[in-house]
């Protein structure tokens, strides 16, 4: 520090790293170490590289204002209070801003409430550039809490290190890409199994539970919920929202793409072009169904399919009929659609994410088969999407409020004809054939939305 800093026992400063931008603090010269009040410490990360994690009150008036927080720990240690108690806090080192000068600090994390002061700054942090005037106040310039109600507190909010979950039963290419990509921007990423998750459903706290312990709080949930769990997972998603996390996928939106029929008609609510679609419960309908969507060749899917299992081509009307008697006797629900000719066993799929799309491909099936699934034999090469294609998938991802969402169409004489809307897409088919670095955008993603917003003043 060039100059020393005149300061008084009450001053104004900023903690840049913590996305602080203004604190009112007590110049207490009797202590040694500074400490901030804090809410909620979390001690988080690999045992090698600790880190905690802490909700601040800047404005103690204002307790509903409340900024999340995160820093690497360098110590824990006991700290003895004015008012006597010892108490072991996390020590954590950040920039202090005072007056024109920043220069990095030690503070203690301490969870006491009722402080008029949300942080003291002790002798250690002044250190010997500092003069201090105990019977002055503001020596240095006043800040003001105005900044925490302004964009500023969003968009100098600094990258903190974030907790993910991912909500997931399997270890594979895409969980494995988010983990990978998560860690490599600094954050901690940890995988959960969704179906060994339970809960506390109650009023007063609702919480997850894993292994006999309760989940910390994430900043955000990556839901990757398998279609044979739909109900529990979305359960347990909508449990972390009740929570007030971030999840990237909400509950809602999960379920009702996972429901062919609901999806479909909340699809053609927002008028998202489609192929025509009929469904029907009772057998005697069966040739005003087929009557409905047109005249064969008509595809005939079970509700339940995933990866074009039970997606079926009946080229005759008769051939359809058979079909559908069929299904009736195994009791399984399906709905008739027009055969999309001109797709010829290609389909799009559309990767939107924060209602962009970022990535896309064309898929074409195996030959001879009119079903364009990689899991079927499908193969993946890169497509130049139309603008009323890029719309259509935007929309439909919007229509279920999808943060990530991968969007099927196929390309028909009418213009792009939406399929479903899949809250789980895969990424090993599309990061290859697009080339893009689809699990990093999606953490980019999330700590954009993360990002504190600002607060309403109230009326005075
Ligand atoms: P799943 O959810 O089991 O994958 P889809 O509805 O996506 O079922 O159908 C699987 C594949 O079959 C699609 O990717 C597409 O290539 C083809 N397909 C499905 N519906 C039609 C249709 N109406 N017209 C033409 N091809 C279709």
Known sequence: MDDPLRVG?????????LGLPALKVKVDTGARTSALHALDIEPFGPATKPKVRFAVQ???????????????????????SSNGETEMRYVVQ????????????????????NMAYRMLLGRQALGDAVTVAPGERFCQPQLNYDVYHSRYVRESAPARALRIAVLSREDNYSTRRFVEEGEAKGHVIEVIDTTRCYMAINASSPEVYYD???????????????????????AVVRQFETLGTYCVNGSDGISSSRDKLKAHQILAGYRIGMPTTAFAASPKDTGNLIGLVGTAPLVVKLLESTQGRGVVLAETKKAAESVITAFRGLRANFLVQDFVKEAA????????????????????GAAGDFR????????????????????AAIRAAKAFRLGL????????????????????????????????????????????????????????
């Open 9 to 17: 026992w009450e001053e104004w400063v900023a903690l840049p790293d």
């Open 372 to 391: 364009s699934n990689l899991h079927l034999g499908g193969s993946a090469s890169p497509v130049r999407l139309k603008k009323a294609e890029r719309e």
């Open 58 to 80: 800047p404005i103690p008036e204002r307790p509903d204002l409340v900024i999340a927080c995160s820093a690497p720990v360098l110590d824990r240690r006991d700290v003895t």
């Open 94 to 113: 950040t920039k202090l801003t005072l007056g024109d000068q920043t220069w990095p600090i030690e503070l203690t994390l301490t969870n006491r409430e």
């Open 345 to 364: 066993g290609e389909d799009i799929r559309c990767l939107v994410l924060g209602g962009k799309v970022v990535a896309s491909m064309k898929r074409t």
């Open 405 to 460: 969402a991968g969007v099927d169409l196929l390309r028909s004489a009418e213009g792009p004809k939406v399929l479903e809307v899949n809250s789980s897409p895969g990424l090993e088919g599309i990061e290859k054939a697009s080339d893009k670095n689809i699990a990093g955008m999606l953490i980019e993603h999330i700590m954009q939305r993360v990002k504190p917003t600002p607060v309403r003043k109230r009326k005075a």
């Open 212 to 234: 006999g312990a309760r989940l910390p709080r994430y900043d955000a949930v990556i839901p990757r919920i398998g279609a044979s769990i739909t109900p529990y997972g979305t």
